[in-house]
T-cell receptor, first 115, second 113 residues
Framework: AQSVTQLGSHVSVSEGALVLLRCNYS??????LFWYVQYPNQGLQLLLK??????LVKGINGFEAEFKKSETSFHLTKPSAHMSDAAEYFC?????????????FGQGTRLTINP | DTAVSQTPKYLVTQMGNDKSIKCEQN?????MYWYKQDSKKFLKIMFS???????INETVPNRFSPKSPDKAHLNLHINSLELGDSAVYFC????????????FGPGTRLTVL
């Protein structure tokens, strides 16, 4: 069964600093990997995804992530944090079932941006 | 234009009651999902329907029953509510040819007293 571990339940960075949110996965098949963002009192929004092909994927709002099979990792980065990036971030791996994707989420990382 | 909508947004009720949460999507998607987010923000899938057929059914108590009257709707009915059912419930949908991208609704915060 697939699983995801996010290292650090809370990450705090200064505005303009590098953002690095860590995610490691376990999967018995080539994984589909995702990062979702949840702003306060809102639903989840897809930031980026890796399915096949290029291992460095770019998403919305300047975020990117790199799939590293040898490290079973899919860390999320952004070169320069903005105050608007403060949110909860979820890494997920999917178990593909005919007609659907069963997303298995990590426990989430709360990102705080200091002015 | 709301893509995935849920009603109500907030639901406060007493233990033992029966309640329903409604979900509608106007994206033309065939697959819909229900997720539960607990007080520690942990998200877990509950159900998924594809074209009105149940295809994912996680280890959820029988008190939870999804109903899909058509492809655009997936409702969640909960019988005999318990304190532990308090959570935020999210509906999501995905396109039949692009199932790897799910679109989430705004969530329904259920509080059981």
């Amino acid at each position: 069964a697939q699983s995801v571990t996010q290292l650090g339940s809370h990450v705090s960075v200064s505005e303009g600093a590098l953002v690095l949110l860590r995610c490691n996965y376990s999967s018995s098949v080539p994984p589909y990997l995702f990062w979702y963002v949840q702003y306060p009192n809102q639903g989840l929004q897809l930031l980026l995804k890796y399915t096949t092909g290029a291992t460095l994927v770019k998403g919305i709002n300047g975020f990117e992530a790199e799939f590293k099979k040898s490290e079973t990792s899919f860390h999320l980065t952004k070169p320069s944090a903005h105050m608007s990036d403060a949110a909860e971030y979820f890494c997920a791996v999917s178990d593909r079932i005919q007609g659907a994707q069963k997303l298995v989420f990590g426990q989430g990382t709360r990102l705080t941006i200091n002015p | 234009d709301t893509a995935v909508s849920q009603t109500p947004k907030y639901l406060v009720t007493q233990m033992g009651n029966d309640k329903s949460i409604k979900c509608e999507q106007n994206l033309g998607h065939d697959t819909m999902y229900w997720y539960k987010q607990d007080s520690k923000k942990f998200l877990k899938i509950m159900f998924s329907y594809n074209n009105k057929e149940l295809i994912i059914n996680e280890t959820v108590p029988n008190r939870f029953s999804p109903k899909s009257p058509d492809k655009a709707h997936l409702n969640l009915h909960i019988n005999s509510l318990e304190l532990g059912d308090s959570a935020v419930y999210f509906c999501a949908s995905s396109h039949p040819l692009h199932t790897d991208t799910q679109y989430f609704g705004p969530g329904t915060r259920l509080t059981v007293l």
